[in-house]
């Protein structure tokens, strides 16, 4: 099975490849018929130029994240499922997924990390991570204009310096009547992935979406991961009286009060929890 399924994937990318920077045909050596710009193969993965290995390792903390990242490949969703402050609203993105029929629409995760959601789903990033089938930069996706069903996009616009260009991109490879998942935080500590610019409000968030239609927003992470995740920050800066070091030795030890996230089973659905979300989510449909 799992020798067939991922050729499809590949060969349905291959379909739809285009050049990153001006959008015209790739040849087979995936260079642009028409400005010469180039990807090359690296076994499955194509290979567009994503972050460099500085990027990656300018942060203290992301320079950590990055090892547990690369040792631990596609396990690190479920390690930091369970030691994250934070409790995404259940099946958020499965449900979303649900919503295609993935044998034909073509989807893509735009900045996976080491998440593989579905076989059939395409996995970019800026990282090469295991599971990454496109490496390139966000805001040039080597994908033609409206080749895709449907998106998703978790936790990445804090991320970027430059979201609207982000969206722009998306607006662009979607085709018309598809629709893109969006996941973003609003009340989460500084996370540098490798960069962290910006939090998002719920009115925040339609309005950078203004060029789609807007069919929801959602909280996707509650009110007591916002709490937890400043108050394990707020515990770790107070007992460490002002050492880095110690501070990094305490952090950890914090993520003991995780599991009270689980308590955002139930309060993700309460009247008032837009008003201190950890996070939101926003499904949109490009217009017709
Ligand atoms: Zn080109």
Redesign the pocket.
């Known amino acids: 099975m799992s020798a067939t399924i991922p050729d499809t994937r590949q060969g349905r990318l291959l379909e739809v490849l285009a ?6 045909r790739l040849d087979a050596s995936l260079t ?6 180039a990807g090359r193969r690296d076994g499955d993965r194509l290979d567009f130029g994503g972050f460099a290995a500085a990027e990656l390792t300018a942060d203290p903390l992301n320079r950590l994240k990055e090892l547990v990242k690369t040792r631990l490949h596609r396990l690190y969703p479920a390690v930091i499922r369970v030691l994250s402050p934070v409790q995404d609203r259940p099946g958020l993105v499965a449900g979303f997924l649900r919503t295609f029929d993935l044998g034909r629409d073509l989807v893509a995760d735009l900045g996976c990390g080491t998440h593989r959601r579905d076989e059939r789903v395409i996995c970019i990033d800026g990282g090469a991570y295991g599971n990454v089938d496109v490496v390139t930069d966000l805001r040039r996706l080597p994908l033609a204009d409206g080749s895709l069903a449907g998106g998703v996009s978790i936790a990445v616009l804090e991320h970027v310096p430059d979201p609207a260009a982000h969206i722009a991109e998306m607006h662009r490879v979607l085709r018309p009547g598809g629709r893109m998942l969006v996941f973003v935080p609003f009340l989460q500590p500084f996370h540098a992935s490798p960069y962290d610019f910006q939090r998002y409000t719920e009115v925040g968030l339609r309005e950078q979406f203004g060029a789609f239609e807007v069919l929801g927003v959602r909280v996707g992470a509650g009110p007591t991961s916002g709490l937890l995740w400043v108050l394990q920050e707020w515990l770790a800066m107070v007992l460490s009286f002002g050492s880095r070091r110690l501070y990094r030795v305490i952090l950890p030890l914090t993520w003991v009060l995780s599991p009270l996230k689980l308590l955002d089973l139930l309060l993700v659905h309460h009247p008032m929890a837009a008003q201190a979300a950890s996070g939101f989510v926003i499904e949109v449909r490009k217009p017709e």
């Open positions: 050049c990153p920077r001006c959008h015209a642009c018929v028409v400005c010469g710009c």
